[in-house]
């Protein structure tokens, strides 16, 4: 977790982008799906490129739940625990979860190869009970299936 920033790809991401608040958001996106997380590092560069104070990046960072300053594992695993899902099962889908993996809500292993999270909802009632690792969804699940699924993940 002390990972130095690498700088040179950091200003490769900035470059993709116009230098203008608006690019907040899709800056940060970029580097967090660069590097897994948003070095804490890298708010100062990021205010620089974009002409705007590092409270505001930091503040956009610290308000959106998509953003994180922690690395994370490998496979990002959320699962849903709004009302469909909760009703259809879904506290078997966390169970589930937490026996594979070993983790808690929040936690990350410590090889880097799960994250663990509950959202409150991921939108896909529909597929309920469902649980998304990293950007694929899986609906309709059941113990068996949900060990299936992460016993297939690199």
């Known amino acids: 977790m002390g990972q130095e920033l690498d700088i040179e ?3 490769e991401i900035l470059k993709r982008f116009h230098p203008v608040r608006e690019s907040l958001i ?3 996106q970029g580097v ?3 590097f897994g ?4 590092d890298a708010v100062t560069p990021v ?5 705007i104070f590092p409270s505001e990046v930091s503040g956009v960072i610290t308000f959106y ?3 994180t300053t922690t690395p994370r594992g490998k496979n990002v695993i959320r699962v849903c625990r709004g009302t469909a899902c909760h009703v259809r099962g879904g506290r078997t889908v966390f169970q589930s979860v937490r026996k594979f993996t070993g983790l808690e809500d929040g936690e990350t292993s410590e090889d880097m190869r799960f994250t663990f999270e509950t959202v409150a909802c991921l939108g896909a009632c529909a597929l309920s009970p469902v649980m998304v690792i990293n950007k694929a969804y899986y609906g309709k699940l059941n113990a068996g299936r949900i060990e299936a699924v992460l016993k297939n993940l690199p």
């Open 32 to 34: 967090q799906d660069e």
């Open 47 to 51: 205010a620089k490129y974009l002409k």
């Open 37 to 40: 997380y948003i070095h804490p």
């Open 65 to 67: 739940t998509q953003f």
């Open 9 to 11: 790809l950091l200003n």
């Open 26 to 28: 899709p800056v940060l």
